[in-house]
C-alpha cells in the first residue's frame, strides 16, 4: 500500500470498510475503464465514443435528482396506466401473472417516460425493440468472452450485429423527436417570447447540459440518439429485476408479519393527507415501502460481486495485510453478498425481514407517542431517535447501487417509482400469498429471480373508475 501514494491514507483493505478503497481511489482503480471491459465497449454500444467518454452517466448525475420532483405526478399516472392494462380491471376472477415478464413491461414504460417522454414511452414496438437491445449487450458480453482478443476485430463486429439493427429500429421514432426537440431549444433560446418549455426528460437534459458545456459533438441527431442506449441498458432490466425480487420476497414472507398490510396502511394515511397525490414530501415519509425494497436488495440482490475497478495505476496495487499485489490491468471487485450476509451488520442476515430499516424509527415514533423516549441508558445519556435508512443511502455495508462517486444516480428515480407500484399495486389488487419463495437461480456471479415465476392477482373491488 506504501508504494501506491496515490491511496488516500486511512482508507481501509480489509473488512466492511474495504468499499470506500473502491469508491474513492478514481485514478488507482478506474469505474469506466470496468465498464468499458465490461460491457465490450469497441463493439456492443455500435460506436465506441459511447463508453470512452461516457458523456450520458454525466447528464444523468447532473439532472435525474434536481429534476425528479416535478416528474412525480406523470410517474403517478404512468404506473397506474400500466397496472390496468397488465393486470387488468377485472374484480371478479383471479388473473395469473407471470412476475418478471409483467414487471419487466411494467418497468420499461415507466423508465421511459423519465428517458424519451410522452408518447413514445408507450410506444410497444420501440420499447420492445429498446429491451431486446439491452438483452444483446448481455449477449454481447457473454460471446466475446470466449473470443480471443487478436480476434475480435472479426468477432465484434459480426457478434453485434443485432446490436445495429435494434438500434436502427430504434432511430425510426428518436431521431425524428431529437430532430424536433433541437429545433425547438433551438427556437426558444432564440426567441424566449416562444410558447414552448423543454419536456423534462433525458432527451432534453442531454441537449440542454452539452449547450451549456459546448460539446458541439454532442449535439448531432445521431449521437443523441445512441446516448439513449447505455441509459436504457442501466435503467430496464437493473430495475424490473429488483422489483420482481421485491414482489416476491413479499408475496412469499410470513403472512403473520403483516408486511402487505403495514405498507398498504401507511400508504393509505399518506394519500389520505396528500389528496390522494404523491408528492416529494410524501414519499419521503413512506419508509416501510422504501425498507421493504432495501431489504430485497440486500438479501436477494441479483449481483454477488459489485464496485468493480480496474486496476490503472501503473505500479499496480498492493494490499501488505492480505499479502497480494494486482498488477496494472487487472479488475477487482467487492463480495457484496458476504457483505450484506455478515451477521455481525444485519443480524439474522438470511431472512427476508421487509421493516428491519424503518422499523427503529417507528419505535422510536412509538416511544415518543408514549413519553418513554427520553428515557435515561446506564450511562446517564439520552438515546438520539434514530432515522430509517432510506433506500438512496449507499453505505459500505449496502452496496447493490455501489458506492461513492460512481454510485448509481437512477436510484433516486427507483425509490420513487417503487413506491407509487407497491401503492398502486396494493390499494387495487388482492394478491394470492406464495407458500414459499421462488428459487432464485445462479448464473456465474448473477442470481436472477426465476422467469417462471408467477402469482394470482384481482382487481379488489369498487377500485374501477367508471
Ligand atoms: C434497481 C435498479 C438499479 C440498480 C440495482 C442499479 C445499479 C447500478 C450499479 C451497481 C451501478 C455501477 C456503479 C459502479 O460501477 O460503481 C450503476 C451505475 C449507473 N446507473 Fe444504475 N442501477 C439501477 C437503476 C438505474 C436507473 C433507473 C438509471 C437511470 C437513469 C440508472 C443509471 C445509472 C448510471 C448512469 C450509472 C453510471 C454511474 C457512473 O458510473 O457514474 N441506474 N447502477
Not at 37 to 47: I, K, R, V
Not at 85 to 106: F, P, Q, Y
Not at 111 to 120: D, T
Not at 365 to 385: C, D, F, H, M, V
Request: proline residues 6%; neutral net charge; aromatic residues 10%.
Amino acid at each position: 500500500l506504501a508504494k501506491t501514494s496515490k491511496v488516500p491514507e486511512g482508507v481501509p483493505w480489509v473488512g466492511k470498510d474495504a468499499g470506500r478503497l473502491f469508491a474513492e481511489t478514481h485514478d488507482v482503480l478506474s469505474t469506466s475503464a470496468s465498464h468499458y471491459d465490461t460491457l465490450e465497449g469497441d463493439y456492443a454500444f455500435t460506436d465506441k465514443r459511447i463508453l470512452t467518454d461516457p458523456y450520458h452517466e454525466h447528464v444523468i448525475h447532473k439532472y435525474l435528482p434536481r429534476r425528479i420532483a416535478p416528474m412525480i405526478p406523470d410517474l403517478q399516472a404512468e404506473v397506474a396506466l400500466d397496472f390496468d392494462a397488465a393486470w387488468g380491471t377485472n374484480t371478479d376472477e383471479w388473473k395469473e401473472i407471470k412476475v418478471g415478464d409483467s414487471v419487466l413491461s411494467m418497468l420499461s414504460q415507466a423508465v421511459n417516460r423519465m428517458i424519451l417522454g410522452l408518447p413514445l414511452c408507450r410506444n410497444e414496438d420501440l420499447l420492445s425493440t429498446m429491451r431486446a437491445f439491452t438483452m444483446d449487450i448481455v449477449m454481447t458480453g457473454f460471446l466475446l468472452r470466449f473470443v480471443p482478443r487478436w480476434l475480435r476485430f472479426i468477432a465484434g463486429p459480426l457478434a453485434t450485429l443485432p446490436n445495429k439493427y435494434h438500434y436502427w429500429k430504434t432511430t425510426k421514432y428518436t431521431k425524428p423527436l431529437i430532430a424536433e426537440r433541437l429545433k425547438n431549444i433551438q427556437k426558444k433560446e432564440e426567441d424566449p417570447s416562444f410558447e414552448w418549455e423543454p419536456p423534462n426528460d433525458f432527451v432534453s437534459w442531454s441537449i440542454l447540459l452539452a449547450k451549456a458545456e459546448n460539446r458541439s459533438d454532442e449535439l448531432t441527431v445521431d449521437m443523441l440518439s445512441r446516448r439513449i442506449m447505455p441509459i436504457e441498458f442501466a435503467a430496464i432490466h437493473t430495475s424490473s429485476i429488483t422489483i420482481t425480487n421485491c414482489l416476491l420476497d413479499l408475496v412469499s414472507s410470513d403472512p403473520s408479519k403483516q408486511y402487505l398490510e403495514g405498507i398498504l396502511e401507511q400508504s393509505n394515511s399518506i394519500l389520505a393527507q396528500d389528496n390522494g397525490q404523491w408528492t416529494k414530501a410524501g414519499l419521503a415519509r413512506f419508509d416501510t415501502a422504501d425498507s421493504a425494497l432495501r431489504e430485497s436488495m440486500r438479501v436477494s440482490n441479483f449481483m454477488t460481486q459489485n464496485l468493480v475497478r480496474k486496476v490503472v495505476a501503473k505500479e499496480g496495487i498492493s494490499n501488505p495485510t492480505e499479502g497480494w499485489h494486482a498488477p496494472y490491468g487487472m479488475t477487482l471487485s467487492v463480495d457484496m453478498h458476504d457483505i450484506q450476509h455478515d451477521p455481525e451488520v444485519y443480524p439474522d442476515p438470511e431472512t427476508y425481514d421487509a421493516f428491519r430499516f424503518s422499523r427503529p424509527e417507528e419505535e422510536s415514533q412509538s416511544k415518543i407517542a408514549n413519553g418513554t423516549a427520553n428515557e435515561r441508558t446506564a450511562n446517564g445519556t439520552t438515546n438520539p431517535a434514530p432515522k430509517a435508512l432510506g433506500l438512496v443511502q449507499t453505505s459500505d455495508s449496502f452496496l447493490p447501487f455501489s458506492h461513492g462517486r460512481h454510485a448509481c444516480p437512477g436510484r433516486f428515480f427507483i425509490a420513487m417509482e417503487v413506491k407509487m407500484f407497491l401503492s398502486y399495486m396494493l390499494t387495487n389488487y388482492d394478491i394470492e400469498r406464495l407458500p414459499s419463495r421462488p428459487k432464485k437461480k445462479t448464473f456465474g456471479g448473477t442470481v436472477l429471480p426465476p422467469s417462471d415465476a408467477t402469482f394470482k392477482v384481482r382487481r379488489k373491488k369498487g377500485t374501477v373508475k367508471a
